[in-house]
């Protein structure tokens, strides 16, 4: 076999050093990763192991950590836990038949052919037999306890209204911004990015009293609807980014063709900016999933209209005793944005570099 | 006011004339255009007075009332009671300042700490699988908020939560009454609540990242050959040639933890538990305003918040001159 003959050439020891020096040093860098990361997201597995244990073992200090329950063995029509028993032969998992205080009665679960056996010994002091087993239903019943179809759909109608209105109207703002020259241009831009320091409290108390006692539109969705339909800053400063990187050729043709400024931007400026707008979306998508503190003050007492945060929150509330069915309720609330973060990462990742790095 | 230096930098670089010269003095053509602009940001000058500049003024007229939204009939003019109640004679609303500042700098020391070392990490040219820890550190920051409070508040249960099973599993007693009482002891509750910002610090990374990535390979290759250890060149190097991310996260994490309001409230519906420690100033806000309906008392108090946040800003926009290192300024 031919040998290629770099490989042949004999490396010199401080070659070899290095390499093996490099190696260890990426060993070493990726294991310190691994562990940082099995800690950053231990509350994961966390939340999805307790959400699938008995409500009894989700609360219990000393319990497993992977779902399980104490192993049961029919014998004669009833059922009886299994314990570890130490004998003569090792420790056997032996049925309970009878316990009492000097010698037990117990059934070897694997030859129960034998019989009663007898033990001597305090039955007390013996473990039970655990084995892993998932309560699936804890799913089926957050899901149903919290009403999730009602808060899903009310969640997925917000998000995907809004998401509509700001797309539309960020983008049209950008391009305003990112194609025309206007008298004040930038001290309009100025003032429109300087709305991001702008504590939503300040605007809070009056937006509220002219929705709840002017228009009454308190315990409904408007409230937080209208206000999303004319762009906000983050959006219109990503979407002007991407815009002025396109090429005014494009533009300039579209307008020897004939198209005015409107035609421009959607034949033109929009299919160019899908990655941008994909972005846009996206954020916007999960930060109505996330919205609280609107549907808080907005919807109280509209229970039928309230979004997964709120309900989530309210669930949490009245079942502290059942934490594995808050917890599988949690997990449910999480499946669909980490999905669709999963699936559409890198659009939503540059996106966020793009807003946080061009500023 | 509201954007980083850089970016002034680039609108000061942008031609002056158009700003100065009126509508008449175009021609038509820029006419038709100025009016096309216009017209397409419209929506965003629309919005801005009907739900910013409006209400912000609306807001400090309100300020100047005693309105109750349960009786607005009853509404009558107080001048500057509303603030002098506030300022001199409201001990929460010093207090909910204080709660704010002092949880705001634990948790902006280890957040911001946490996400610039991750990103270094994640930014290793010796880490092996970069791109899938990078999706994987993201992740929580993807898990909604509510559900992370949740799942965290669980975690950090003293006796069935996993954190203190861990810290227990080195030798030290964290499990049991006499053990770590994350949420319930005064002393760790703004621990705890840093440990839940944590799962939100993605983006941080991620802009850091972008950052270290933009890091000239040669300064950190020159350094190499002058001995620099790898401290050394964070300090000397990277942690400089970043200052202008490090500072945009900045300002972005004190706006928000000036807001801080949803962890304490998903936990104990702020109530301040334990003893009185998280009556957060937003808190205290939000139960002035929607909780007993005082709508003058309630605008006094987001004025303030605004006042605070402004010179805090205005703060760190002068002193960051001092720190923040712009490298395309010395061209």
């Known amino acids: 076999m031919a040998k290629r003959p770099d490989i042949e050439k004999p490396l010199s020891s401080y070659q070899a050093a290095r390499k093996r020096r490099n190696l260890l040093i990426q060993m070493g860098i990726t294991l310190f990763a691994l562990v940082v990361l099995s800690i950053y997201t231990m509350p994961l597995g966390y939340g999805v192991m307790t959400s699938l244990?008995?409500?009894?073992?989700?609360?219990?200090?000393?319990?497993?950590?992977?779902?399980?329950?104490?192993?049961q063995y029919e014998y004669e029509g009833e059922k009886y836990d299994v314990v570890y028993v130490p004998t003569d032969d090792g420790v056997q998992k032996w049925a309970l038949i009878k316990p009492t205080r000097r010698v037990s009665q117990f059934i070897d679960i694997n030859n129960p052919e034998a019989g009663i056996i007898e033990w001597e010994g305090n039955w007390r002091a013996l473990e039970p037999v655990f084995e892993t087993s998932f309560q699936w239903g804890n799913y089926k019943e957050a899901w149903e306890t919290i009403e999730f179809l009602k808060l899903l759909k009310n969640t997925f109608i917000y998000a995907f209204v809004t998401m509509i209105g700001t797309l539309v109207a960020s983008a049209l703002v950008a391009y305003g911004f990112?194609?025309?020259?206007?008298?004040?241009?930038n001290a309009l831009f100025m003032v429109m990015i300087s709305t991001i320091i702008l504590p939503p409290a300040v605007t809070l108390v009056p937006?509220?009293?002219?929705?709840?006692?002017?228009?009454?539109?308190?315990?409904?969705?408007?409230?937080?609807?209208?206000?999303?339909?004319?762009?906000?800053?983050?959006?219109?400063?990503?979407?002007?980014?991407?815009?002025?990187?396109?090429?005014r050729e494009l533009d300039d043709a579209a307008k020897i063709d004939g198209a005015g400024p409107m035609r421009t931007f959607i034949s033109v400026?929009?299919?160019?900016?899908?990655?941008?707008?994909?972005?846009?979306?996206?954020?916007?998508?999960?930060?109505?999933?996330?919205?609280f503190f609107g549907p808080l003050i907005y919807?109280?007492?509209?229970?039928?209209?309230?979004?997964?945060?709120?309900?989530?929150?309210?669930?949490?509330?009245?079942?502290?005793?059942?934490?594995?069915?808050?917890?599988?309720?949690?997990?449910?609330?999480?499946?669909?944005?980490?999905?669709?973060?999963?699936?559409?990462?890198?659009?939503?990742?540059?996106g966020i570099v793009i807003t946080g790095v061009d500023k | 006011?509201?954007?980083?230096?850089?970016?002034?930098?680039?609108?000061?670089?942008?031609?002056?004339?158009?700003?100065?010269?009126?509508?008449?003095?175009?021609?038509?053509?820029?006419?038709?255009?100025?009016?096309?602009?216009?017209?397409?940001?419209?929506?965003?000058?629309?919005?801005?007075?009907?739900?910013?500049?409006?209400?912000?003024?609306?807001?400090?007229?309100?300020?100047?009332?005693?309105?109750?939204?349960?009786?607005?009939?009853?509404?009558?003019?107080?001048?500057?009671?509303?603030?002098?109640?506030?300022?001199?004679?409201?001990?929460?609303?010093?207090?909910?300042?204080?709660?704010?500042?002092?949880?705001?700098?634990?948790?902006?020391?280890?957040?911001?700490?946490?996400a610039f070392l991750l990103a270094v990490l994640l930014n290793s040219k010796h880490l092996l699988a970069r791109n899938v820890f990078r999706t994987l550190f993201y992740a929580p920051t993807m898990v909604p908020l509510i559900a992370a409070i949740v799942i965290?508040?669980?975690?950090?249960?003293?006796?069935?939560?996993?954190?203190?099973?861990?810290?227990?599993?080195?030798?030290?007693?964290?499990?049991?009454?006499?053990?770590?009482?994350?949420?319930?002891?005064?002393?760790?509750?703004?621990?705890?609540?840093?440990?839940?910002?944590?799962?939100?610090?993605?983006?941080?990374?991620?802009?850091?990242?972008?950052?270290?990535?933009?890091?000239?390979?040669?300064?950190?290759?020159?350094?190499?050959i002058d001995g620099a250890g790898w401290g050394r060149r964070l300090w000397k190097i990277t942690i400089p040639m970043v200052s202008p991310i490090i500072?945009?996260?900045?300002?972005?994490?004190?706006?928000?933890?000036?807001?801080?309001?949803?962890?304490?409230?998903?936990?104990?519906?702020?109530?301040?538990?334990?003893?009185?420690?998280?009556?957060?100033?937003?808190?205290?806000?939000?139960?002035?305003?929607?909780?007993?309906?005082?709508?003058?008392?309630?605008a006094a108090l987001a004025w303030m918040l605004f006042i605070v946040a402004l010179i805090i800003t205005m703060f760190l926009f002068t002193t960051g001159r001092s720190w923040v290192y712009y490298s395309s300024e010395e061209h």
Do not use: C
């Open chain 1, 53 to 71: 244990k008995t409500k009894d073992q989700a609360s219990d200090p000393q319990g497993p950590v992977i779902p399980s329950e104490a192993l």
């Open chain 1, 178 to 185: 990112a194609r025309f020259k206007f008298p004040f241009r």
């Open chain 1, 207 to 247: 937006t509220y009293a002219f929705f709840v006692k002017v228009l009454n539109w308190g315990g409904s969705w408007l409230p937080l609807i209208v206000p999303q339909m004319f762009g906000n800053a983050y959006n219109v400063f990503l979407l002007r980014q991407y815009f002025m990187t396109i090429p």
């Open chain 1, 269 to 291: 400026i929009l299919p160019q900016a899908v990655p941008a707008l994909t972005a846009v979306s996206l954020f916007h998508f999960f930060f109505a999933w996330n919205d």
């Open chain 1, 299 to 350: 919807l109280a007492g509209s229970r039928d209209l309230r979004p997964i945060t709120v309900g989530l929150t309210e669930f949490n509330g009245l079942y502290r005793t059942e934490p594995q069915l808050i917890l599988a309720a949690a997990t449910i609330s999480m499946i669909l944005p980490l999905t669709i973060f999963f699936i559409a990462q890198r659009v939503f990742i540059q």
């Open chain 2, 1 to 114: 006011m509201g954007v980083s230096l850089k970016w002034t930098r680039v609108v000061r670089a942008q031609p002056r004339s158009r700003f100065q010269m009126g509508l008449r003095s175009m021609s038509p053509a820029q006419r038709r255009e100025a009016r096309w602009g216009l017209i397409f940001i419209s929506p965003w000058l629309i919005g801005f007075t009907l739900f910013y500049l409006m209400p912000m003024i609306a807001s400090l007229i309100f300020s100047t009332y005693d309105f109750k939204l349960s009786a607005p009939e009853d509404a009558r003019f107080v001048g500057l009671d509303n603030w002098n109640r506030m300022l001199f004679h409201d001990s929460n609303v010093w207090e909910g300042l204080r709660i704010t500042f002092t949880f705001g700098t634990v948790s902006l020391l280890i957040g911001m700490t946490s």
């Open chain 2, 152 to 224: 965290w508040s669980r975690v950090l249960n003293p006796q069935t939560g996993w954190l203190n099973k861990i810290i227990e599993s080195f030798g030290i007693n964290a499990v049991g009454v006499d053990g770590l009482r994350w949420l319930d002891d005064p002393n760790l509750v703004y621990f705890a609540y840093t440990f839940i910002g944590l799962w939100g610090i993605g983006n941080a990374v991620l802009i850091n990242l972008a950052g270290l990535q933009g890091v000239p390979t040669e300064l950190y290759e020159a350094a190499e």
């Open chain 2, 247 to 298: 500072f945009y996260n900045l300002i972005l994490n004190v706006l928000g933890l000036l807001q801080y309001f949803i962890v304490p409230w998903v936990l104990n519906q702020g109530n301040g538990y334990p003893e009185g420690s998280t009556r957060f100033y937003m808190v205290y806000f939000y139960k002035q305003a929607f909780t007993f309906q005082n709508m003058g008392y309630g």
